[in-house]
């Protein structure tokens, strides 16, 4: 298994509108077992926090001071991301690749920490956006975590409109226990989780 995974570059141009994705955004909790493909991956990522200034290194979603706190991770199922295996991954923005940080089926974990919302372990993946707080607290100070809620909520909501772009249904769950997620994917609690959102295409009705 691949410590490093390359995602395909992202497209800057798709075949929805911003309104069209604002109007069609809703919160979806159940998932079909079909995977998506890595090229779906690399836009929602990009979308969420992804370089989009080559130059000045600034990225789709604003922070105070261009700090950029948050760090970004899939926790994937089996055949969750065709040609993925099973883990938790970490979104590095500057190569616009994933780290493995550790391989296997973590949803079931996940979801007990969401206080066992089923829906988390059968979604085909979640993302879960941590944040780092030491260059926002050197900045800010006090201000610093304020800042922080600020530039997940913009992450989020690009993850989400990208979704509805790309097909997929997503839900934000803001209702789960910090230290069990950070145990289902092994962060001791550094960084911080602050938003897990669970996401795949819907299930037919």
């Known amino acids: 298994m691949a410590d490093i995974i390359k995602l395909p570059p992202p497209a800057v141009r798709g075949k929805m509108t911003v309104e069209e994705a604002i109007n069609k955004r809703r919160s979806v909790r159940a998932f ?81 920490g969401c206080f066992n919302q089923d829906f988390v372990a059968e979604a085909p993946f979640s993302l879960v956006i941590c944040y780092r707080p030491d260059e926002l607290i050197k900045r800010y100070g006090k201000s610093a975590d304020k800042y922080a809620y600020f530039e997940v909520g913009h992450a989020a909501q690009n993850f989400c409109l990208e979704c509805v772009s790309s097909g997929l249904g997503s839900v934000v769950i803001g209702a789960f226990t910090e230290e069990t997620v950070c145990k289902s994917m092994n962060l001791n609690g550094h960084p911080k989780p602050l938003y897990v959102i669970a996401a795949g295409f819907p299930a037919a009705k």
């Open 32 to 112: 079909s077992s079909r995977g998506l493909t890595k090229e779906i991956l690399s836009q929602l990522l990009w979308a969420s926090d992804g370089i989009t200034d080559t130059v000045d290194k600034l990225r789709s979603a604003p922070s105070a001071g261009a700090i950029y706190p948050l760090e970004l991770y899939i926790i994937a199922g089996d055949k969750g991301i065709e040609g993925l295996d099973a883990g938790v991954y970490r979104y590095n923005p500057e190569r616009h690749v994933l780290h493995l940080q550790l391989g296997g089926d973590f949803r079931l974990q996940l979801a007990e």
